[in-house]
């Protein structure tokens, strides 16, 4: 049995690209992941630049069973 590292790796591998999400607004959170998860991207990142963004990751990682979601940002 492949170990949780095993299993996510290779599902980030088998997928091109990692969309990079700004959620300027909480509503869009949770209907942007499935439709990303659904076109066949289900490995996400939620950028940390606004408010709402550590809600909008619980949402997707609680609504979207699909999604991959990961937290990230670049400060200066």
């Known amino acids: 049995m492949p ?4 299993t996510l790796l ?3 591998n088998g997928q091109p690209v990692i969309p990079v ?8 959170a949770v209907p942007l992941a499935r439709a990303l998860a ?4 289900p490995a ?3 950028t ?3 408010a709402d963004a550590l809600e909008a990751i619980r949402l997707v990682a609680s609504e ?3 999604a991959i979601v ?3 940002t670049i400060l200066d």
């Open 10 to 12: 290779s599902l980030l």
């Open 21 to 28: 999400l700004k959620i300027a607004n909480i509503a869009d």
């Open 64 to 66: 979207v069973e699909d």
């Open 38 to 41: 659904r076109g066949g991207l």
């Open 48 to 50: 940390l630049r606004t």
């Open 70 to 72: 990961g937290a990230g």
């Open 3 to 6: 170990s949780k590292t095993e």
């Open 44 to 46: 996400i990142e939620i």
